[in-house]
């Protein structure tokens, strides 16, 4: 028997019993976590598992430091439960998002607060190059936290393992072709490290985190150096079978167009709406390049080359907007990512009025698209994220092996 649920439900995986019951602590730590403080019988209830088997977790998770007891809750006959809360000091979890230009790296506590964030930019990003960057941030950032380590999530931006697109134009990773990231990432660092899509990380990101914490169905298009879609649905990532859904950057958006810098193909989005096409567009105008605060500030002082870039990605990002609801109906759209706010608040502005589509309801209690709140840090939080909460699809699984096996 196989079954695999996402989000809070428990999981039985038949004739694996150590792989259930890392599930289950997990679920166990995030059904507390998301209620703040919990007795024995209310985990029970909303975690879908036995008395039985929710005593032994909350005891174990106990003596590991994870959960700590609150004291009893002052209720009606009888003895009141025990109270359980998730013990902010009893770990961290890392999440390092590695782009084509920069490498974002944050911790978070057990309770999800951020604890430390570092951003720095990559000027060479051969494996070599990459994988000394990521050892000396990590080590960086796991000193500054001091509690114990509880794993790292790593974000690269996808699709993964296609003939012809992998790794092989500027919004991705060159060099990385042919590489196994999670194996050469992992024995860099010396233990095990989960590697997620950027935009799916980023998705998860805003919804732990930002837009999206109220929002259980949404579309986020992440603009990383390339341009991604990560999907919520039913409040867990939709990743496909191979963890490529949502890789809109190559979608034709001008039949016969511009050639795409990474896929060669014409016509594709990313070859209109990507922050490598603003970039390079600048560079072309002699301010070759530009960073963030750059952006910032041309964006500012209403520098024409940003504009014009704007109005461009405007056109195309409106229809991709109305195609994203017919297909997948959900709430809202979320854009998100490595551009100032103040830029994505005028790309969604001259949108204007979007094309009708599923979504074009008089009664909405969303607009159609919304700005993400977690910036920058966005795809990073989701890679962090990943090892701690119960968001991982039965793919991850297998590679999350425990939430304590790290050494300190
Ligand atoms: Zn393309």
Redesign the pocket.
């Known amino acids: 028997m196989t079954i695999q649920t996402i989000g809070t439900h428990p999981v039985a995986i038949g004739k694996n019993p150590e792989r259930s019951r890392d599930h289950n602590r997990r679920v166990v730590l995030d059904v507390v976590r998301r209620h703040g403080s919990l007795g024995r019988a209310h985990i029970a209830k909303l975690s879908q598992l036995t008395p039985q088997a929710v005593a032994n977790i909350v005891d174990e998770l106990v003596g590991e430091g994870l959960l700590m007891e609150m004291g009893r809750l002052r209720s009606g006959r009888g003895q009141p439960p025990i109270q359980f809360a998730v013990n902010p000091e009893g770990g961290a979890t890392i999440g390092v998002e590695i782009a084509a230009d920069h490498m974002v790296t944050v911790a978070l506590d057990l309770s999800g607060r951020l604890r430390a964030k570092r951003i720095t930019s990559l000027k060479d990003t051969t494996p070599r190059h990459i994988l000394a960057s990521f050892t000396s941030e990590l080590s960086t950032v796991r000193k500054s936290v001091g509690s114990k380590l509880l794993g790292t999530g790593v974000v690269m931006p996808g699709p993964f393992e296609i003939d012809g697109m992998t790794s092989v134009g500027p919004t991705t990773l060159p060099g990385w072709a042919g590489i196994d990231a999670a194996q050469a990432l992992s024995e860099a660092c010396g233990h095990t490290v989960v590697v997620e899509n950027d935009a799916t990380a980023a998705a998860v990101g805003e919804r732990l985190f930002g837009a999206g914490l109220a929002i259980s169905n949404f579309c986020m298009i992440y603009f990383g150096v390339g341009i991604g879609l990560g999907i919520i649905q039913d409040g867990a990532p939709y990743r496909g079978a191979f963890g490529n859904a949502g890789e809109i950057?190559?979608v034709t958006v001008v039949p016969k167009g511009r050639p795409?810098p990474?896929?060669g193909?014409l016509g594709?989005l990313?070859g209109y709406a990507s922050v490598y096409v603003l970039k390079e567009k600048l560079g072309r105008a002699g301010m070759p390049e530009c960073e963030f605060a750059d952006l910032e500030r041309l964006h500012r002082a209403e520098h024409p080359v940003v504009e014009e870039w704007i109005d461009e990605a405007a056109t195309y990002l409106g229809p991709m907007v109305a195609m994203l609801e017919n297909i997948l109906d959900p709430q809202t759209v979320i854009l998100g990512g490595a551009l100032p706010d103040a830029i994505m608040d005028d790309i969604i502005a001259r949108m204007g009025n979007l094309p009708t589509s599923v979504a074009s309801r008089r009664q909405r209690d969303l607009p159609r698209v919304l700005r993400g709140q977690t910036g920058q840090l966005t795809a990073a939080l989701g890679a962090a994220a990943l090892p701690l909460f119960d968001m991982v699809t039965p793919k991850l699984e297998t590679s999350l092996a425990g939430l304590a096996d790290i050494p300190a």
């Open positions: 950057g190559h795409c990474s896929c193909q594709c990313e």
